[in-house]
């Protein structure tokens, strides 16, 4: 298939303004650098002298490892500003902290902020590539990427498929990374979840919305479960767990609507028996804990990609 | 003091029904006549107006000019400048500084601030609570008797109903109007733009109407039961805009105003690179929400345009959108957006245009300006509105830069601005 061989843009910000070449081409890099992972002859020195630091506003020692290892495995010296002991604590603007890395020659700035917008501040400020890790309640690029490597390796294509996502999609980044992703691709996607927090307005992204699960699952190809939380901004948005897992959870039987075979996800760390119940997690159709290994050959994809001059 | 002849010019003044070529003769810093083809002979200048519009001063109900407390955004000086520089002669500077303007301690330093730099008339508003916090009365009385023009809590809602109710009550034995910023905190929660599409495209947490509109609708009932007169700030939503036709048809004693960017500029404007300048409260509406308020300006429902000139350091707004500020700099643009706007779109006749940028300002202060009329103060403004031009920034006299219309052509520039019979601006050159 011809397409790009280069990313348009400096910075990996969003699914959303990425072409369907563009997401193509990072997830066929990202399946030849699947191989090179458990091979270690084949770990090559490509992105040498190249510098990346992870500046992790929120936590998530998972995400901020597997970009890490990415550059490792590429050559590339990995660097973590420990951001809850450095200068930005004391109150620095990320602006700021963005010039200062930039004076010091830093190539990439992957960036999780618990504010929307932060890695596009930040890109803004820098002549590094900005990639980001997951802003507030807008975008976790890298996580759909994984998410739709999955899938692209399991069943061999979008054009078609039917996703269904459940959950807290008003809080959800991955979700809106996923979605922007799959309907870009061809995929068609349902967004449902209680009415608190799935609202009318995700129709602006091209899909689905309801706030009946069942009819989201219903035929689907895909049924991804996102994390919950009772309190958001100190509101509840549902009763309790209990009541939510009773009326908003996927069990065994909801899941019999879903086309047979389809794959179940969840981007973790997932709440056993409120989104899905236990025996879907553990079950033959859920690859949630098959995703890790697709996370950092994604991830060494974009370095690649947003760092190497040939491109790819 | 020296007379000045304007000549030739198109002098719109809704006070006296006058759109048409005028020569206005400014004698001793008062409106001396308005009439055609007025003799030279005497006048110690002639200002040659033709091809321009004159127009009485315009008074902006809603400024904010930070002094006291946050001068690295704005000082009255600079305020004043900006404000000359669009053509503004009288504005009112909002209470929240830092201290508040709590009591008439800071009431007289505005004024003192606003008298050295002369170039703008300065009519400081009081805060409705001491220092803002929503607890207790500010000193509304002695406050009345330095000076202030209104009470308002701006930049939020009084959030307890009693405690406004009170402060209603209080104000109006002053003969004070309440000027009401209505967003209830709660319903507005964490939302950074109104709620809706783009918000849910841009992954910000959503400001619904409603969190304009139940403090509208509550601040109208409290000001009815109370006698004070209410007028609403900054309008943003259809609903508000019917909240207040439904209490003028009621005869209630209430007022409203909109903003430029409010009838400029939707929620479809906020950029995909997060760009704080497009963060305001309230925040752009929906298409709907703006078409409502320029129905409500041409109806006369709102009664006219205020800025909400809200000046910050580039510093303050080049951060995460949640962090910035809220606000946009206006005094500089607002003639020329509203002309561009609303005149040259025909939605507003340019009679109506300036009876809500200057006539009515004056009429809701109680002022005696807003008109040309013979024996008023010498206010007036002067504007080309022949050529289009990009807004540029740079050019600012405010302090602030944060503006979301750099780039955008308009027309109405702004040539002379006469205050009391003084040229503050002359040929777009200020003169201090
Ligand atoms: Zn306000």
Redesign the interface.
């Known amino acids: 298939m011809p397409g790009a061989t280069r990313l348009s843009g400096k910075d990996l910000l969003g699914l959303?303004?990425l072409t369907e070449d563009e997401i193509m081409l990072i997830l066929r890099s990202a399946a030849r650098m699947k191989a090179r992972i458990d091979d270690t002859g084949k770990r090559s020195p490509e992105l040498s002298g190249k510098s990346v630091v992870t500046l992790f506003y929120e936590n998530s020692t998972r995400t901020k490892m597997s970009f890490m290892m990415a550059g490792k495995y590429l050559g590339a010296s990995a660097t973590d500003l420990g951001v809850a002991t450095s200068s930005v604590n004391k109150g620095e603007?990320?602006?700021e902290t963005g010039i200062n890395l930039d004076q010091m020659g830093v190539n990439m700035m992957i960036i999780r902020?618990q504010?929307?917008?932060?890695p596009?501040?930040l890109a803004?400020?820098v002549r590094a590539s900005v990639v980001n890790a997951g802003?507030?309640?807008?975008?976790h690029p890298t996580q759909a990427l994984l998410d739709l490597m999955t899938i692209y390796e399991r069943l061999g294509g979008f054009d078609g498929l039917k996703v269904a996502i459940l959950g807290d999609i008003s809080h959800s980044?991955v979700a809106?990374s996923n979605a922007f992703g799959l309907i870009r691709l061809g995929a068609k996607v349902t967004l449902a979840g209680p009415a608190t927090l799935v609202?009318g307005?995700?129709?602006?992204?091209g899909a689905d919305v309801t706030t009946n699960i069942l009819e989201a699952v219903e035929g689907s190809d895909v049924v991804m479960g996102l994390r919950i939380q009772l309190e958001r901004?100190k509101?509840p948005n549902f009763p309790n767990l209990r009541e939510y897992s009773s009326l908003f959870g996927v069990n065994a039987r909801i899941l019999k609507h879903a086309k047979k075979g389809a794959l179940v996800m969840h981007p973790g760390p997932v709440n056993r028996g409120v989104e899905l119940s236990a025996d879907v997690i553990d079950g033959s159709q859920s690859v949630i804990y098959q995703q890790v290994k697709n996370g950092v050959a994604v991830r060494m994809a974009l370095l690649k990609l947003l760092l190497s001059e040939e491109g790819d | 003091m020296a007379s000045i002849l304007i000549k030739g010019g198109r002098v719109i003044d809704p006070a006296n029904y006058i759109d048409g070529g005028r020569d206005l003769l400014i004698r001793d810093g008062i409106v001396g006549e308005v009439g055609e083809n007025l003799s030279e002979d005497g006048a110690d200048r002639v200002v040659d107006a033709s091809g321009l519009i004159v127009v009485p001063g315009l008074i902006d109900l809603h400024v904010h000019f930070r002094q006291p407390g946050h001068e690295h955004k704005e000082t009255i000086e600079t305020g004043s400048r900006a404000a000359a520089m669009g053509g503004y002669t009288t504005v009112c500077a909002m209470p929240n500084t830092n201290p508040a303007v709590d009591n008439e301690v800071v009431v007289e330093y505005v004024k003192l601030m606003a008298a050295r730099a002369g170039l703008c008339n300065v009519l400081p508003i009081g805060a409705a609570t001491a220092g803002q916090k929503g607890e207790r009365l500010s000193d509304i009385g002695s406050m009345a008797r330095a000076g202030i023009v209104a009470v308002s809590e701006d930049g939020k809602s009084v959030a307890g109903s009693a405690l406004l109710k009170t402060a209603m009550k209080y104000a109006s034995q002053f003969g004070l109007p309440m000027f009401s910023h209505c967003e209830d905190a709660d319903l507005a929660g964490s939302g950074q733009m109104n709620a809706g599409a783009r918000a849910a495209l841009l992954g910000l947490n959503g400001i619904p109407n409603d969190s304009e509109e139940v403090i509208v609708a509550r601040d109208i009932i409290l000001a009815n039961a109370t006698g004070c007169r209410l007028h609403v700030c900054h309008i943003s939503t259809e609903g508000a805009v019917w909240q207040l036709r439904s209490a003028k048809s009621r005869q209630y004693a209430v007022t409203g105003e909109a903003a430029p960017h409010h009838f400029t500029l939707t929620d479809e404007d906020v950029p995909g690179d997060y760009d704080a300048n497009f963060k305001m409260n309230p925040p752009l509406r929906s298409a709907a929400d703006r078409a409502a308020v320029i129905r409500g300006l041409a109806d006369g429902t709102i009664d006219c345009i205020a800025t909400d000139h809200a000046p910050h350091h580039y510093d303050e707004k080049n951060v995460e959108f949640a962090n910035a500020p809220n606000g946009v700099v206006g005094l500089e643009t607002a003639f020329a957006l509203a002309y561009t706007g609303l005149a040259l779109t025909n939605a507003l006749s340019p009679l109506t245009l300036i009876e809500k940028m200057s006539l009515n300002p004056a009429r809701i202060l109680g002022i005696n300006r807003g008109a040309l009329s013979r024996g008023l103060p010498a206010d007036v403004s002067i504007f080309d509105t022949r050529e289009e031009y990009a807004i540029d920034p740079a050019l600012f006299a405010s302090k602030a830069r944060n503006t979301p219309f750099a780039g955008r052509r308009v027309r109405g520039r702004l040539k002379y601005t006469i205050l009391g019979g003084k040229v503050v601006v002359d040929n777009g050159v200020i003169r201090d």
């Open positions: 959303k303004n603007r990320l602006a902020h504010t929307t917008g932060a596009h501040l803004r400020n802003d507030g309640a807008n975008e980044r809106r609202s307005s995700f129709r602006a992204l901004d509101a």
